[in-house]
Each structure stands twice: as C-alpha cells, then as structure tokens.
C-alpha cells in the first residue's frame, strides 16, 4: 500500500463547475499537507499550504484535512479552462521536513469551456 | 513568490556523454535544494537533498557516482548525471527551500532529459 493514494483521473468537467480533488494517506505522522499544480512539462506550483486538521480558503480553492480519516480535499469553485493541469498533494511529517515530503501520483483536471 | 530557475529545460544527448543541470533560486538564498525524477503520469521522487557546502543525501536506490550533485553556493546546485544511459531519460526537477518566509517548497520549471 502507497503512503500516500490519489486518483489520477483524468477528471473532465465543464467551465464553472466545482471540482473536488482527494487524497488518502496512511502515516498517521502527517501533519503539513500541500498542495501543488502541475502544468505539463513544468515544475509543481504551490496552491495551498495546511497544518493539522481543518480549512483553508484561498481564493477559489479551498483545501480540507480531516486527520481522523486520514483524507485530504482540494476544491476548486467556479473552475475555468486554466486551471487544467495535475494536481498533486504532499504531505510531511514536520514543518520544513521536504526531505520526508511525500506525493500523491497527481490527478489530471481538464476544464473544458 | 520566490523564484527558481532550473536550466536546461529540455536536452539530448548520447548514451555515455555526462549531463549537467543547473537549479538556481533567484532572489532567496536556498539552504536546501532537492532533486527529483518524475516519470510520466507518475509522481515525483525524491532522488537527494542538497545543502550548500555538504554533501548531498542521496535516497535508497540512488546511486550517487551516476548523479553527482554539487551545492556551491546559497544559490546554485548542479545535477550531473554521468554517462546517461537511454534508462535515464526522464523529466527532473530540482526544489529549493529558503528560511523564514521562504521556508516553503518552490520548485524549478524541469529538465527532460532524453538520452538516445
């Protein structure tokens, strides 16, 4: 069993829709999760950075961890065409620790006009 | 946010011939820089952590006289990987990591490397 569990998608959805990204771990350690946007060919780009359990809105992406569940969201509101890339999560044991950060496969988003 | 610039972007090469890879962050002095490999649809993995003035820590599996990473500086850290062989083309990225406000994670636009 990986680590850390994401479905890769692809997942195709209309402009303006609400899209809602997961993620599931197993290392009850956890405790900073992240996550990263991917465009291809390109280098991963911070989107939301969390601590411990809880939400954090930013914009139109509002990221949700629920420790007891070991399960982690990223939504995404009123999504556009630009916002179709891979997303990653990652997740660390302890602030500052990106030599234990570790990432989920990524899921592919496409938000089709 | 903070900026790192990886370069070069894309390269070929023959198999046997060495390739270097160059990460730079740009306005933050990087205490740590790490280089990954990520193969297609896959996700990214750690290969070694860099900090400047050590010697890099390299992951299980990683052989570390096939990818020699130098850290010179607060602000440059170089991937060599030696005679590449076609098992190595993959797409690279480098991460680097600053103190303070920069304490979080920002990461390089990749390298692929196609070795023929």
């Known amino acids: 069993q990986k680590e850390v569990e994401q479905d890769p998608g692809p997942l195709s959805v209309p402009e303006g829709a609400i899209v809602s990204l997961n993620c599931t771990y197993s290392n009850s350690a956890f405790q900073y999760f992240m996550w990263y946007r991917q465009y291809s060919r390109k280098g991963p780009e911070l989107l939301m950075y969390t601590y411990s359990s809880g939400n954090k809105e930013d914009g139109r992406f509002t990221a949700q961890v629920d420790k007891s569940s070991k399960y982690i969201s990223l939504f995404i509101r009123d999504s556009q065409p630009s916002d179709s890339a891979t997303y990653l999560c990652a997740m660390s044991p302890f602030s500052g620790g990106y030599n234990k950060l570790i990432f989920g496969a990524g899921t592919r988003l496409a938000v089709h006009p | 946010g903070a900026v790192v610039s990886q370069h070069p972007s894309w390269v070929i090469c023959k198999s046997g011939t060495s390739v270097k890879i160059e990460c730079r962050s740009l306005?933050?002095?990087?205490?740590?820089m790490f280089w990954y490999r990520q193969f297609p649809k896959q996700s990214l993995m750690l290969m070694a952590t860099s900090n400047e003035g050590s010697k890099a820590t390299y992951e299980q599996g990683v052989e570390k006289d096939k990818f020699l990473i130098n850290h010179a500086s607060l602000t440059l850290s170089t991937l060599t990987v030696t005679s590449a062989h076609p098992e190595d083309s993959s797409f690279y990225i480098c991460?680097?990591?600053?103190?303070?406000?920069?304490?979080?994670?920002?990461f390089g636009s990749g390298t692929q490397l196609s070795v023929l």
């Open positions: 991460s680097a990591m600053g103190a303070g406000a920069n304490e979080k994670l920002f």
């Open positions: 306005d933050f002095q990087a205490t740590t």
